[in-house]
């Protein structure tokens, strides 16, 4: 009840095009489910997050939709870009403190 | 600084052998958490403080790990006896509790030979 599953595990999308990143959860106590992005060699960075009291998030070319009924969550990058090139981690939470975090997905923009 | 500072960034060790990593957080931040990352996973939560105390340590794998903060700032992740399978990066975050926003640090690299 505590698992995140994402997929894929990794994707590979020519510039311009647009990145989808999926997300299932199964304990209904999450209340909170943000994106990481994560660098080589660097700690992750919060992209965008969302709470289950909206649908769907836009913040630039970085899109969160939400659909509590199914208990799954996507991330869509638009637009994606070379500079975008990173593994990408879902999470969820049932506060804002303890995280659990999908397996990652590395995603490769080619130019 | 302005952002969690770990120390240090590579630690290699032999089996066996006791370890001490550093967090430094954002300074004001209240909350500290600890994740263990393996190659290829996604961050495993192993702890977190809120002030002085640990709020939620459900995530330490065994009695071999303790972590201290002893006056609500800098925190030591402490591993005894390591083992290979503690070989990880040990990431360090930070946060306002409020916000939800967790910032992380770079991390430390532990290899147990």
């Avoid at chain 2, 702890?47 to 071999?64: E, H, K, V």
């Amino acid at each position: 009840q505590q698992q995140v599953k994402q997929s894929p595990q990794s994707l590979i999308v020519q510039k311009g095009g647009i990145s989808i990143i999926n997300c299932a959860y199964e304990n209904t106590a999450f209340d909170y489910f943000p994106w990481y992005q994560q660098f080589p060699g660097k700690g992750p960075a919060l992209l965008i997050a969302i709470r289950p009291d909206v649908s769907e998030k836009k913040e630039g070319r970085f899109t969160i939709s939400f659909n509590k009924s199914a208990k799954q969550f996507s991330l869509h990058i638009m637009d994606s870009q070379p500079g975008d090139s990173a593994t990408y981690f879902c999470a969820a939470s049932p506060n804002t403190g303890k995280l659990i975090f999908g397996q990652g997905t590395t995603l490769q923009v080619k130019p | 600084g302005a952002g969690v500072s770990q120390t240090p960034s590579n630690k290699v060790t032999e089996k066996g052998k006791y370890v001490e990593l550093r967090c430094d957080p954002i300074s004001g931040h209240t909350a500290l958490y600890w994740y263990r990352q393996s190659l290829g996973q996604g961050p495993e939560f192993l702890i977190y403080f809120q002030g002085t105390g640990a709020a939620d340590d459900s995530g330490l794998p065994n009695d071999r790990f303790f972590a201290v903060r002893p006056e609500g700032s800098v925190s030591t992740l402490k591993i005894q006896r390591t083992e290979r399978g503690d070989s990880a990066v040990y990431l360090c975050a930070s946060s306002t509790f409020e916000s939800g926003e967790l910032f992380f640090g770079e991390g430390s690299r532990l290899t147990v030979l």
